[in-house]
């Protein structure tokens, strides 16, 4: 027996609750993280060049690939024609999204063909050989182009109806009908996106996918080359950033990775290059929010009566339920008493929107901060009052029911606002600044805190389900597997707490293994901030079978009562001995116990009835603020963020210090997405913004220059989740709302805060230099 | 005549040859030696997942740069030390400080830009042990993350600055003088290096005259500084290109020099070198100098090629034009000598010869008491390419009367474009604001600018007319601008 083993450590390393490094920060910082483009590639791996539309609506008439196929180093060139099943990667099964193009083009970029040659940039240049006829048709590329010309829904809209709001709206003494315009965002994850299929015997292939959805790729690939699922394998170690950019928009490159592989017997990889990527694959929905609200003097809502138009792009991909999301939180943290909310997702020859962390709940959240920002202004107080006014109450208090009829039963968004206010000494900085503005001319200041509350769970209930696959072999050591993906977020971090927490073994005792659709099946996308809610408790139970096979061994063996049994720091203590885990597990197995168990978990409570628009979407709702102070030129419309201050809730947190980086990144990404970051598509309905040239996320002086953040440490989810923790991808991201709404302030005041201005997103210096000469000629 | 360039890779001694001109030190790292460590993020010097290193002598001794390895051709790199994020750690596996305070401030999320910023930091760390907040985000520049929204990476930089555990552990520190002796050795090679694979051919003149008589013979050319715009040519066009010839290593294109009615820069001198100087003479065009590119491109980008490639958003010329710049170009049958603002014909047409290349700007100091403002405007503060730049010259008579005014714009027109109506108007007039407030409009007889992604026509116009403003304003004493670091926290 080694006596290392009998450390009699208080603690161990790495449980749950406690700060703890990525588990591949080392890699990271080395060059040693291999990503799909550096796993050494198979003898006579070949390379996928794309062949793109250069229409944004047309008919195709003639595709002459013969210069193409004629190129120097082109294996094989594939059209619709050559794919053996299915021609479609539509995720959500409506079959209106081909893999390739065949007779008609419905945005600028479609994929027409593929070419395969012995090295990338011999397909790269091939690729721009083809000769390609077409007839245009006119195309429409943003919300108000299709609306005007009666473009179609990619989907069913929504409805989410409570109270009277038709008649009540007509009541209250004040009223206001306006609409802003949201736009869209690239993902801009680093790694663009990649996949490498590696042919096996029979139909079997293995692919390597930069993807948040192993299981959709496998059940798309085995879709495109006409086989079952159970040929193919799909695994993900790590990706570089997702944000939901990954999860339906990996399929077209596994499929044709996939395709190429099966028929030329040779490893075959894609990897489109940047401007690529931004242009074929899908976004942000950019919305249009169309409101008319009642409210009181005091600044009260009545009713609202809400439209939200989204640009979807050509197919539906994952509009209907970003739209969805869009109206369960047009609430934000609002009690709206009487409510009418509608979506309109739009068809547009544009490239198919995605999901993109908050999947339309910020463009539905960002409309409500608007109405409160629209009626502050017209009441005359500070949005911040308004704000108050209009929280969802405690139980009881009748102000408490959704638009889609949840009960919000564990709010603290008053607490988190009040605390937030208090540190951030709001109230003194709000007044310096309207005093500050009162005498400078050129610069002005301005100042918000805005809420976020956002509801937990796919609201596709079948999604919320988990599973995972724990081994602990017999020298103690463990092997971790779940269908979660790791995509910077901390998630494989986090689940390995929970192991460790749960065996009572310090963490590098588990191993954490990539993500495969051969160990875990039928897992759902590492979405909708569920990741580790999910796969945490998944992880749980597989732990939790192995245990109590552990125990019961443990009382056969040293004929002790289970309460005897006892999980201690890397040993166990059974009855007065103490045995360390790994000789404990090496006698286990030798008697025989199964050390291998496949977790499974699903969310409880949640339904929804989307006809009926009712029902428990949200397991729970995770709950922030921020108050962000800005500076802007009144010349040229150029700002700076000067400090941000946040109080984020994210339950009992799994891992402090990843939560904050969640929190921090979040804010940041959002505010890229409400500040510079502006999609912009030229007459011929080309994306011009393709690239980090001319598309510009926030870089490190982009940050606030003072940014403080801290999570409320008070808190734990109400309802039994792992830990107690909450979810944390998503909801920070709306913290940026501040900033956007502190500039409006900043604008407001050339008009002695008597208008809103109307600010629309992405406030570029642009707009923001648009709305103070709009003021201007208002005052 | 020599067939291969020789560099130092990491601790290896390379020579090389039979490499395209194209070829792109990123390509050679990732797929010729698998060095997976760099990434390759935009293919386009953006975004900074491809930073290594590399040493180069210079008169101030061996200087380690970052550079965007995606866009840095190969035939940029003789003479040089290239080093990538797999020399930081130690051989048996211990981190460098630098990566170690990335790990200890969690400054890593997916990780893919990750050694983009160890590369830029070390970077950092080599040249300077106190940073600011300023230095550091300026370093960063040209690093993008998209995760940790970078709080963690600047208290990496700030943790690490003065950590410097022992001489030894520090793979440059340790090698200096064995790898300065080495490249002083390539260099005193003076041949002429002509590498060719497939009929294409890099070519590395020995010195400037052998620079001009290779243009004289090969006038279609591509004449290469530091890659930052011609890189795209083939990252993102895939062009071909034959001859490409590598001037960044000529010490001749190098010089600059302060003389007595004004400054000398050589073609070659790149933004990062070039920065100094500026910032002690003529310091508003010095401070513009973070405002272009990220670091990296700073690193490679010169001012001659900046002029040279005639984009009519180049972010120097509008300065340099209102500053009165002289430019000369030269050729193996001798120089000529134009007014800066001659140079720009049209959109892509500029006045430059076969044969002929440019060989150095003479910017004269500004007379005393005049004003000199420069405005760069765009949708991101930093690292972004400009919707609008704008250049001030401004010297007043005894009077307070305009006697020389020179305002040039970038962004405006399909050249870089001095705003003649304006100046006419102003010319003689006393500085006031009602003159200016008169005048302003005549912005619309001078440009007309167009829309795009950067902005539209009605901003471009408006802002240019505001910063005429802005320039008054700052000349009667008012400050205007924001800044996120107060001028003496520089």
Redesign the interface.
């Given at each position: 027996m080694d006596k290392s083993t009998f450390e009699t450590k208080p603690v161990i390393n790495g449980p749950m609750h406690v700060s703890l490094?990525?588990d591949?920060?080392?890699?990271?910082?080395?060059?040693?993280?291999?990503?799909i483009?550096?796993i050494?590639e198979p003898i006579g791996t070949l390379h996928g060049g794309l062949g793109l539309a250069d229409r944004a609506h047309a008919e195709i008439l003639s595709v002459d690939l013969e210069a193409v196929k004629a190129a120097p180093g082109v294996v094989w060139v594939i059209t619709a024609a050559d794919i053996p099943g299915e021609n479609d990667v539509a995720a959500t099964g409506q079959h209106d999204e081909p893999l390739l193009a065949t007779d008609l083009v419905q945005f600028h970029g479609q994929l027409i063909f593929a070419v395969i040659a012995e090295t990338r940039?011999q397909a790269?240049?091939a690729a721009?050989l083809a000769k390609i006829e077409y007839r245009d048709l006119p195309h429409f590329t943003d919300v108000d182009s299709a609306r005007e010309n009666g473009a179609k829904l990619v989907c069913e809209p929504m409805t989410l109806l409570r109270g009277e709001p038709e008649t009540e709206i007509e009541k209250p003494p004040l009223r206001i009908q306006a609409s802003m315009k949201i736009g869209g965002q690239e993902?801009?994850?680093?790694?663009?996106h990649i996949a490498l299929a590696i042919p096996g015997e029979d139909d079997d292939v293995t692919v390597w996918s930069s993807t948040q959805h192993p299981s959709e790729v496998q059940h798309m690939v085995a879709h495109v080359l006409g086989t079952a699922s159970h040929a193919v394998e799909v695994k993900t170690r790590?990706?570089?950033?997702?944000?939901g950019g990954k999860e339906t928009q990996g399929n077209q490159f596994a499929a044709l990775a996939a395709v190429a592989a099966k028929k030329l017997k040779r490893a075959v990889k894609f990897r489109p290059?940047?401007?690529e990527d931004m242009s074929i694959t899908g976004k942000r929905h950019d919305f249009r929010v169309d409101y008319d609200v009642a409210f009181d003097e005091e600044g009260r809502i009545h009713a609202l009566d809400a439209v939200y138009a989204a640009r979807c792009g050509y197919s539906a991909d994952l509009s209907g339920p970003v739209t969805d999301r869009a109206l369960f939180h047009a609430d934000s943290s609002y009690f709206y008493p009487h409510v009418k909310l509608k979506s309109e997702p739009l068809k547009t020859h544009t490239v198919s929107n995605t999901a993109f962390r908050g999947f339309g709940g910020p463009q539905g959240m960002l409309g409500a901060e608007r109405i409160i920002e629209d009626i502050a202004y017209a009441v005359g107080k500070d949005p911040l009052e308004i704000r108050k006014l209009n929280f969802y109450g405690q139980p009881g208090s009748g102000r408490t029911t959704t638009p889609y009829h949840q009960e919000v039963e564990d709010n603290v968004i008053a607490r988190v606002v009040e605390e937030l206010e208090a540190s951030s000494d709001y109230q003194a900085r709000r007044q310096a600044i309207l005093d500050f503005n009162e005498n400078s001319?050129?610069?002005r200041k301005g100042i918000a805190l805005t809420p976020v509350k956002f509801g937990i769970s796919f609201t596709m209930t079948a999604y919320n389900q988990a599973g995972a696959l724990v081994h602990v072999y017999n020298d103690g050591s463990i092997h971790l597997n779940h269908g979660g993906t790791e995509?910077?977020?901390?998630l494989y971090t986090k689940v390995a707490q929970v192991v460790a927490e749960a065996f009572q073994v310090d963490i590098d005792r588990v191993k954490i293994t990539a993500t495969t659709t051969g160990k875990v099946p039928n897992t759902s996308a590492t979405a909708a901030s569920s990741g580790s809610d999910l796969n945490g408790m998944a992880a749980y139970d597989a732990c939790r079978q192995i245990k109590e096979r552990l125990v019961d061994f443990a009382c056969r063996q040293w004929k002790v009562d289970k309460s005897e049994v006892e999980f201690l720091p890397n040993r166990l203590r059974i009855g007065s001995e103490i045995v360390p885990f790994d000789t404990f597990v090496r006698a286990a197995y030798y008697d025989r116990v199964q050390l291998s168990a496949a977790g499974f978990y699903k969310t409880p409570k949640i339904h929804w009835d989307r006809k009926a628009g009712r029902g428990h979407p949200f397991y729970y709702f995770a709950y922030g603020a921020s108050v962000s102070e800005v500076?802007?030129?009144t010349?040229?419309?150029?700002?700076?963020v000067d400090r941000t201050d946040i109080l984020h809730d994210v339950g009992k947190s799994l891992n402090p210090?990843?939560d904050i980086?969640q929190v921090?990144?979040?804010?940041?990404?959002g505010m890229g997405w409400l500040t510079?970051e502006?999609l912009?598509w030229?007459a011929k309905g080309r994306l011009?913004?393709h690239?980090?040239?001319?598309y510009?996320?926030?870089?490190?002086?982009?940050?606030p220059?003072i940014?403080n953040?801290k999570l409320a440490e008070w808190s734990e989810n109400a309802e039994p989740t792992i830990g107690r923790s909450k979810a944390v991808g998503e909801p920070p991201f709306m913290l940026a709302f501040s900033v956007l709404e502190a500039i409006s302030m900043a604008v407001a005041s050339i008009a002695d805060y008597s208008v809103c201005p109307r600010l629309d997103a992405p406030a570029?210096?642009?707009r923001v230099?648009?709305a103070v000469?709009r003021l201007k000629n208002m005052s | 005549m020599n067939s291969a360039i020789r560099f130092i890779l990491n601790g290896e001694d390379v020579t090389l040859g039979g490499f395209a001109p194209t070829e792109t030190l990123l390509?050679y790292l990732?797929l010729k030696r698998?060095l997976?460590?760099?990434?390759?993020?935009?293919?386009?010097g953006?975004?900074g997942?491809c930073t290594v290193l590399v040493g180069r002598l210079s008169e101030t001794g061996l200087r380690y740069e970052s550079v965007n390895a995606c866009i840095r051709l190969m035939g940029s790199l003789h003479g040089t030390h290239i080093v990538?994020?797999?020399h930081?750690?130690a051989e048996d596996g211990k981190?460098h400080p630098v990566?170690?305070a990335?790990?200890?401030c969690?400054?890593?999320?997916?990780?893919?830009?990750?050694?983009g910023f160890?590369m830029s930091l070390y970077g950092l760390w080599l040249s300077n042990s106190e940073p600011s907040r300023q230095d550091?985000?300026?370093t960063?520049?040209g690093?993008?993350?998209?995760?940790?929204?970078?709080?963690?990476?600047?208290k990496a930089a700030e943790q690490v600055a003065r950590e410097r555990p022992s001489a030894l552990f520090d793979p440059i520190e340790r090698d200096r003088t064995e790898i300065m002796a080495k490249l002083w050795s390539i260099r005193s090679e003076a041949d002429t290096v002509i590498v060719e694979k497939d009929g294409d051919r890099s070519i590395v003149p020995a010195s400037l005259e052998d620079l001009a008589e290779i243009l004289a013979a090969e006038p279609k050319a591509t004449i290469v500084a530091g890659a930052t715009d011609v890189g795209l040519w083939v990252?993102?066009q895939?062009r071909r290109l034959d001859p490409v010839v590598f001037i960044n290593h000529l010490s001749e294109l190098q010089s600059i020099s302060i003389e007595p009615d004004g400054i000398t820069i050589g073609a070659g001198v790149s933004y990062a070198e070039a920065q100094g100087f500026l910032e002690a003479t003529i310091p508003a065009l010095g401070q513009l100098i973070d405002r272009i590119g990220g670091q990296q491109v700073r690193n490679m980008g010169t001012i001659g090629g900046n002029i040279a490639n005639g984009s009519p958003i180049g972010d120097s010329p509008p300065p340099l034009i209102a500053l009165g710049t002289q430019l000369t170009l030269r050729s193996h049958s001798g120089r000529r000598v134009m007014p800066l603002e001659h140079y720009f014909i049209a959109y892509g047409k500029q006045d430059r010869l076969p044969g002929e290349f440019v060989e150095k700007i003479f910017v004269p100091h500004p007379t005393e008491d005049s004003h000199f403002s420069v405005?760069k405007?765009?949708?991101?503060?930093?690292?972004?390419?400009s919707?609008l730049c704008g250049a001030f010259y401004l010297m007043l008579d005894g009077e307070g009367h305009v006697e020389t005014i020179r305002i040039a714009f970038g962004g405006m027109a399909a050249t870089p474009k001095r705003a003649t109506h304006v100046e006419a108007a102003l010319t003689g007039q006393p500085w006031s604001w009602g003159v200016i407030a008169a005048v302003r409009d005549l912005f619309d007889e001078d440009f007309q600018p167009l829309t795009?992604?950067?902005?539209?026509a009605?901003?471009r116009s408006?802002?240019a007319k505001?910063?005429l403003?802005?320039f008054f304003?700052e000349t009667a004493g008012?400050p205007?601008?924001?800044r996120?670091f107060e001028l003496e926290e520089a």
């Open positions: 490094k990525h591949s920060a080392h890699k990271h910082v080395t060059g040693s993280a291999e990503y483009d550096d050494p940039d790269r240049r721009k993902h801009f994850y680093l790694e663009s790590r990706m570089g950033g997702g944000f290059d940047r401007d001319p050129v610069i995509m910077g977020q901390g500076s802007i030129d010349l040229t419309g150029e700002y700076l210090i990843i980086g921090e990144g979040a804010f940041v990404q510079t502006e912009w030229d011009r913004t690239a980090p040239s001319t510009k996320i926030p870089l490190a002086s982009d940050r220059k940014f953040v570029t210096p642009e230099l648009m000469e | 390509d990732r698998r997976t460590g760099t990434k390759e993020g935009c293919a386009e953006d975004c997942a990538t994020i797999e930081l750690a981190l990566q170690q990335m790990v200890d969690h400054g890593s999320q997916c990780g893919f830009c990750t050694p160890v550091i985000e300026i960063l520049q690093n993008l993350c998209r995760c940790t929204g970078y709080e963690p990476i600047l990252t993102k895939m405005y405007i765009s949708k991101r503060r930093d690292e972004d390419i919707a795009d992604w950067r902005a539209t009605e901003y408006l802002t505001n910063l403003t802005r304003l008012a205007t601008e924001l996120r």
